[in-house]
């Protein structure tokens, strides 16, 4: 968009009729979705494998404490992989 657009207001829209501001927010907001139901999935199914399995064997705070950092990595994962993947701006 050269400048004279920019001034006017006016944006070069594509084949959809999107403008690209209008394509970056639908892809943020695809991949703060993405994001959450990796995330969120993720911790129900560890929440569902800690309670189940390790809070009988080490008690409910060890338990906490061993779930904790795998859930920072996957965190840290799924925000690398949603940005490279969805080729967020």
């Not at 968009?1 to 999107?18: F, I, K, P």
């Not at 139901?37 to 494998?49: D, N, S």
């Not at 950092?69 to 080729?87: D, E, G, K, Q």
């Amino acid at each position: 968009m050269d400048e004279m657009e920019r001034l006017v207001g006016l944006a070069a829209h594509s084949d959809n009729g999107r403008t690209e501001r209008q394509e970056n927010v639908v892809r943020i907001l695809q991949a703060g979705v993405l994001y959450f139901v990796l995330v969120f999935g993720t911790g129900v199914v560890l929440g569902a494998v800690r309670t189940i399995w390790i809070v009988p064997r080490v008690g409910a705070r060890t338990a906490e404490l061993v779930e904790m950092p795998i859930m920072l990595a996957v965190s840290i994962v799924a925000a690398r992989w949603t940005i490279l993947r969805l080729s967020v701006p």
